[in-house]
């Protein structure tokens, strides 16, 4: 049965000289608190510009409060994150924020498994979907949060965008991660950024990530557990 596996275009993509991934031999470890900090996507004033750019572009709504909220979930603008074997959410984060455009979703599901397939490890959501009442009391406690009106408001107001767990990665894993988000932003499917103060890739997905994803077909091969990438799927030729 043909599967949607888009990690391998990252890793056909990193098969190449440009994007060769060095192999560490050393032991993992889960947490890395001492970290050098240099990061591949920093955060900017021009990356806020872009997102919101796109939130326009797609006539997103900001969402302002629960109201809204609870009326995008019920005409399935927003859809729920669903916990799976490849990805968990922070127990922290409130259910009733649990939710994305759907695109944003797929995307999350498609990395997710990817990741899972390379490292056997989940992904953690750590935020999705706010509303401008949500942002406004988040600034009041963060300085460094965007603001909540404005070219350069918080994408997540659109709930286009997901923050996901940076902190305890391994070095190959922040790597595997930035190169996928790379080729990913390459081709226009998302606007990232690597935030140091949660520790987390800030990932707004473009609305046209869903076109874009139905032209891609996967044939899973081999062995799921098989370490190497090229032994797990291969790309299929045309579209769906």
């Known amino acids: 049965m043909v599967r949607l596996q888009l990690g391998i275009l990252l890793l056909v993509a990193m098969s190449c000289p440009a994007f060769a991934v060095r192999t560490v031999h050393h032991a993992h470890h889960r947490h890395l608190r001492w970290t050098r900090w240099n990061p591949m996507f920093r955060p900017s004033h021009e990356s806020l510009l872009i997102q919101n750019a796109e939130i326009n572009r797609l006539e997103l709504p900001r969402i302002q409060d629960e109201t809204e909220l609870e009326a995008l979930k019920a005409d399935g603008s927003l859809l729920p994150i669903v916990p799976s074997e490849s990805l968990r959410i922070e127990p922290s984060l409130d259910p009733s924020r649990r939710y994305c455009r759907p695109w944003t979703r797929d995307f999350v599901q498609d990395l997710s498994q990817a990741y899972y397939n390379r490292f056997h490890q989940q992904i953690q959501v750590n935020s999705a979907v706010r509303t401008v009442k949500v942002q406004k009391k ?103």
């Open 138 to 240: 988040l600034r009041r406690h963060n300085r460094n949060a965007a603001p909540y009106e404005g070219d350069t408001a918080s994408s997540h107001l659109a709930g286009v965008t997901v923050d996901l767990q940076r902190r305890g990665m391994t070095k190959d894993e922040i790597r595997w991660m930035e190169h996928y988000l790379f080729y990913m932003k390459a081709v226009g499917l998302v606007e990232p950024e690597e935030e140091r103060r949660h520790w987390c890739f800030h990932i707004m997905v473009s609305g046209n990530y869903t076109e874009w994803r139905q032209t891609q077909t996967i044939v899973p091969l081999g062995h799921p557990d098989t370490d190497a990438p090229d032994n797990q799927m291969a790309m299929g030729s045309g579209t769906k």
